[in-house]
């Protein structure tokens, strides 16, 4: 990249990929909406690389639908992009007639895609993990790899550090494939295309030089390093384009599908991990400090864990939830911004009490032995001040964690918050006091969280 405006479009592009160095990027941006390419390289790519085809000379090739979708992309030959409800695109209409029809279930999930080009149609369906070409099953997809239904051999990926399919092998061994890719996901060099899953193991789609990756809720040109459609989530980020891929950051970033949970203190990541029931299977990715939530989905959906089940939760709505750790509580208070130091919890031990004092501590219902004394987090939210009068400093929901305690004071603390927050994103009663909230808070999650760590309550 060699340069960005202030929205963090691209303005840009030098590849070192093609058999000799040239720019091509100078885009011209209307509201982040892209108007032009003017592509300078004056040689093609080689060995299957990527390459941006400059198909016309003209002040707009690009155009746009109210709500932001590419409707047309003149440089691929696209007149024409229709979307559904969902703003996901239904029919893909070339300048020679060929076009592309998607079919999706109610939720967004790809179905089926067809592809006319001439006489000639290529269907594809997708029927969970099983996908069929032309009504005849193809590919059985695995975490690992996919194995071709036509003959039954198993095919394996090798990774890269962002999910990126490297290196394709046989069931013995034998190189398939290999991939190589700029930062932004275009493949400079291939060895070979026998399966169409590559960047981020994104599906990639080249047919009739389409050249877009789909990743779900939305298609991505790695061309340009741009989707085609606005993030949804796109207002929580004021100071990036609604467009960009990754925070302008791939070497560090990926993009999956959502984003809702902003760890500000990257240590916090330490005492989610302390807490839960089994992390050994749990791999979080993060997009510039926020948790992708299909990176734990898989395992949340099949757990009973109530602390991954809300760290899912809360990472897969649509408010944005900050958490941090710090030694100071700061909030907003009538409009002015007040900041409190925390004290340091600590351990304490009531186990070693007289036998009469325990009888009468149980008939009362009064827990006693090992556990948390101090104020472990505060959590604060926006819209709705705290019966004390406090909110949070921005438009986010704020967790902040004491970071005087040890790591379990710390974890107790985050489930404890965590509860507040998930309450609060149900609107519901999410403060102490209100009705069937201490019960959910404590008996559910806090004492749950303790006793899990090796306290008594």
């Known amino acids: 990249?060699?340069?960005?405006?202030?929205?963090?479009?691209?303005?840009?592009?030098?590849?070192?990929?093609?058999?000799?160095?040239?720019?091509?990027?100078?885009?011209?941006?209307?509201?982040?909406?892209?108007?032009?390419?003017?592509?300078?390289?004056?040689?093609?790519?080689?060995?299957?690389?990527?390459?941006?085809?400059d198909g016309v000379k003209q002040a707009n090739e690009y155009n746009y639908d109210s709500n932001g979708n590419l409707t047309k992309d003149l440089n691929k030959g696209i007149t024409n992009i229709s979307y559904n409800c969902l703003n996901l695109p239904s029919v893909v209409t070339f300048s020679d007639g060929s076009t592309v029809t998607y079919t999706y279930a109610a939720d967004g999930t790809k179905l089926k895609t067809v592809h006319k080009t001439g006489s000639t149609t290529t269907t594809t369906d997708y029927c969970g993990n099983v996908v069929y070409e032309n009504g005849v099953q193809k590919l059985l997809l695995t975490d690992e790899g996919y194995v071709t239904l036509s003959d039954g051999k198993y095919h394996y990926y090798l990774k890269d550090h962002q999910g990126n399919n490297r290196v394709v092998i046989n069931q013995s061994g034998t190189g398939e494939e290999a991939n190589h890719y700029y930062p932004f996901g275009g493949v400079f060099a291939s060895s070979g295309n026998v399966q169409p899953y590559k960047y981020n193991g994104k599906e990639y789609d080249g047919k009739k030089g389409l050249n877009w990756y789909d990743y779900g809720a939305r298609h991505y040109d790695a061309a340009l390093g741009r989707f085609t459609t606005n993030d949804r989530f796109s207002e929580k980020y004021h100071s990036l384009s609604p467009y960009q891929y990754g925070a302008n950051n791939p070497v560090n970033t990926i993009d999956i599908n959502g984003d809702s949970l902003l760890i500000v203190t990257p240590a916090a990541i330490e005492a989610i991990y302390n807490g839960l029931q089994d992390g050994s299977n749990i791999k979080m990715q993060f997009n510039n400090g926020i948790l992708e939530p299909t990176s734990i989905a898989k395992q949340a959906n099949s757990s009973n864990d109530f602390f991954l089940k809300d760290l899912f939760e809360i990472a897969n709505s649509e408010k944005m939830v900050e958490l941090s750790l710090s030694d100071k509580n700061t909030y907003k208070m009538n409009g002015k911004t007040v900041e409190e130091t925390f004290g340091t919890p600590y351990d304490d031990d009531d186990s070693e009490i007289p036998a009469h004092q325990k009888e009468e501590y149980s008939k009362a219902g009064v827990?006693?032995?090992?556990?948390?004394?101090?104020?472990?987090?505060?959590?604060?939210?926006?819209?709705?001040?705290?019966?004390?009068?406090?909110?949070?400093?921005?438009?986010?929901v704020q967790v902040i964690i004491n970071k005087n305690g040890t790591l379990n004071h710390r974890t107790v603390g985050i489930a404890h918050e965590f509860g507040h927050v998930i309450l609060y994103l149900r609107n519901v009663p999410f403060s102490h006091g209100q009705p069937g909230v201490n019960n959910f808070i404590y008996n559910k999650r806090a004492d749950v969280m303790s006793k899990r760590l090796g306290y008594d309550y």
């Open 367 to 396: 827990p006693f032995g090992k556990h948390i004394q101090g104020n472990l987090g505060q959590t604060l939210v926006p819209d709705k001040r705290l019966a004390s009068g406090k909110s949070s400093t921005n438009s986010h």
């Open 1 to 53: 990249m060699t340069g960005y405006d202030k929205n963090g479009n691209i303005l840009s592009l030098q590849c070192y990929g093609q058999t000799s160095a040239s720019v091509y990027g100078l885009i011209t941006l209307t509201g982040n909406l892209l108007n032009r390419v003017d592509d300078t390289a004056t040689t093609s790519a080689y060995n299957n690389g990527f390459e941006f085809k």
